[in-house]
Structures are given as C-alpha cells and as structure tokens.
C-alpha cells in the first residue's frame, strides 16, 4: 500500500506538470487534487464520467479507490473492471496492479499466467514493482517458466530505480551464481549498499561475507558489528552468530558467558547451531552447572533438526549414558545421520 500511494502521488505530479496538455484537464486536475487531499467522495464523483468517455488516468484512479475501498465500497472486481481498461489503453501502473489482482487473486481465482502478462507488459515500459515482480515469478517459475538469466535481468533494471529488494535478491544471485557468474565482489558491493541503508538481512549477509572474508578481506570485528545491527533488527540467526564471535574470541573479547546468552536466546527461537551449543556449554559445565539433562534436551532438538553437530552431540550421550541409558545403537544411527 505503501508503494502503490507513492507510485499515484508520483503520477498525479506529473499530471499536474503536464496538464495543459491533456484533455479533461480541468475536470482531473480537480479529481487527482480532491483524491490526494483523501476527499475520496469528491474525487470519485469528479473522476467517474472521466473514465467512462475513456480517460486512461481517471480509470486507473477509480481502480484504486474501488480496491482500496475509499469512497465506495470495497469491490476487487470493479476494481479489476477499471484497471483493465486502463491498462488495454498501455498504463503501465494499471497493468501492475492488474497483475497483483490476479497474482493474489482479489476477487478472482489465482491466475499466475495472467499476472505474468501484465506485469511484462508493464515491466517492459520502465515500471519498476513490475519489473521487481516480474523478476520474483521468473525466479521462481510462477507464471513463466523459470529462468534465472531472465530473473537477474530484472531484478537489475528494478534495483536501478531504487527498489531495495530487487537489489538484495540479485545480491542473493550474485552470491548463489544463479542466472549470473558468481561474483562475491558484486554481492558484496549490492549488500553494503543496503545494509548502509538499515536492511535488515543484508546486513546479516554482509557480517557473513566479513567473517568469511568472501568479496572482502576478512574482518571479524566488521562481522560482529553486522550481526549485531542485524540482530536489533530482530534477525534472529544473527544471534547465534555473535554467540559464536564471543565463544571463539572473533573480533570481541572472549566471553563465554555472553556466548551462552546469545545461543540462549537463539536456541530459543529455533536454531539448531545455537540449540547444539548451548547443549555443548552444558554438557562442559561452561559458565553453569553441568547438566547432562539440559544437555541433552538441547542436542536432541537439534539432532532432530537435522544439524549434524547436534546429532554428532546427541548420538554421544547415547554412547556415554549422559542422562539416557545407554545404547550404542542409538550412539550409532545419530553418528551415521551425521556422516
């Protein structure tokens, strides 16, 4: 919602800068200017006969106020009703909002196929969320067939016109060397941009590509400060990251004590590096009691999560008897999953 009201304050300037020029000018101007002041009664009783004789703006207009429900109820299919014939006129901002009716299929069955169409439609005249969109079904083969060649192309073009996650996504790809030559360098430059720019997970990504000197030098104590913007952000992931830099002494004073802390709370919420950890601070007695049962609790969690460390952990407290009988069965099917 947000980007569809920036995307129509934005059209309604270049109305106004270019009205002289268009028909209805007076009768739109006051449309466009009553829909802005949010006198959406005003604006609909003004833009209506204007989209009825054809006007491609006002339809567009009296799409949105239909989807958006102001001034009139909300209705996805008059809305849909409106954006189409603005968008068989070539406006490019009804043919994306076309497409996003039928992508998440307002008023209508999903049609992917369809959301395609008009997305490319709209992409291929410059209108970035298309493009961004347009770029998202062909990475993941919805509507199209995938093609991540064609999913880099546009993600480009939208990452060029300011759309933070068209550049975090080719990010991704510059990383992964999907549809591009793996370039740590690119993918680097593309997460600092927006890391710089307060995105949460690239500056995640980033405190990553320090901390394993990928398209930079390696820099643990850069590492520790991306993690942890990236963590007051609520990522939760970066949490068992700094529990690890405290752990090991990476870039920051060794501290097991805040170690625990971090791996606790990530351990908390599902990870399984930091549910192995923590099980591994109490199987050692580091910074609190040994505990073989808290141990296990946590190793088990994690073994069963698939982390191959904490099946190696768990299948250890089956060989040793900590806190469970002891089975050498049991030790071995966890130590062959984590081969």
Same mark, same amino acid.
């Given at each position: ?7 129509l ?6 109305f ?6 268009i ?22 009783k ?9 006007d491609a703006?006002?339809?567009l ?5 239909? @989807?958006?429900?102001? #001034?009139? +109820?909300?209705?996805?299919? %008059? $809305?849909?009703?409106? =954006? &189409? !014939? /603005?968008?068989?006129? *070539?406006?490019a ?6 497409g996003?009716i039928? @992508?998440?299929?307002? #008023?209508? +069955?999903?049609?992917?196929? %369809? $959301?395609?169409?008009? =997305? &490319? !439609? /709209?992409?291929?005249? *410059?209108?970035?969320l ?12 919805? #509507? ?5 060649? %064609? $999913?880099?192309?546009w993600?480009? !073009?939208?990452?060029?016109? *300011? ?15 999907? #549809? ?5 360098? %690119? $993918?680097?430059k ?7 720019? *307060?995105?949460a ?11 394993k000197?990928?398209?930079?030098q390696?820099?643990y ?41 971090f ?11 930091a ?22 609790k ?25 806190a469970?009988?002891q ?13």
């Open positions: 919602v947000k980007n569809l009201l920036v995307i304050l934005g059209l309604i300037s270049l106004f800068a270019s009205a002289s020029h028909a209805f000018a007076d009768d739109l101007q006051d449309g466009l200017s009553s829909y802005k002041a949010g006198e959406y009664n005003n604006a609909h003004l833009l209506s006969p204007l989209a009825e004789e054809g703006l006002a339809q207009f009296l799409g949105v106020m239909h @989807e958006q429900g102001q #001034g009139v +109820p909300q209705d996805y299919r %008059e $809305a849909a009703k409106w =954006y &189409q !014939l /603005s968008a068989d006129q *070539g406006n901002s009804a043919q994306n909002l076309l996003l039928f @992508e998440k299929g307002r #008023g209508f +069955p999903k049609d992917l196929i %369809e $959301a395609a169409k008009w =997305y &490319q !439609l /709209s992409a291929e005249q *410059g209108h970035a298309s493009q961004f969109f347009l770029g998202n079904m062909y990475y993941k083969g919805q #509507g199209v067939l995938q093609d991540f060649i %064609e $999913a880099s192309k993600f480009e !073009l939208a990452a060029q016109q *300011g759309i933070e996650a068209a550049q975090y996504n080719l990010s991704v790809m510059y990383f992964q060397g999907q #549809g591009v030559l793996q370039d740590y360098k %690119e $993918a680097f593309g997460y600092k941009i927006l890391a710089l720019q *307060g995105h997970k690239a500056r995640y990504n980033l405190g990553l590509m320090y901390y000197g990928q398209g930079t390696q820099n104590r850069e590492a520790f400060k991306w993690f942890k913007l990236s963590s007051d952000q609520g990522v939760v992931v970066a949490y068992y990251n700094l529990g690890h830099l405290y752990d090991h002494g990476k870039g920051v004073t060794q501290d097991c004590m805040k170690a625990f802390d791996y606790q709370i990530s351990a908390n919420q599902g990870n399984g590096l549910q192995s950890n923590l099980g591994l601070l109490y199987n050692l007695g580091k910074v609190v009691p040994k505990d073989y049962e808290e141990a296990l946590w190793y088990r969690l994690s073994a069963e999560q698939g982390v191959k460390e904490g099946q190696t952990n768990f299948g250890t407290m089956y060989e040793k008897g900590h469970v009988e089975n050498y069965t049991e030790a071995i099917k966890w130590y062959q999953l984590s081969a």
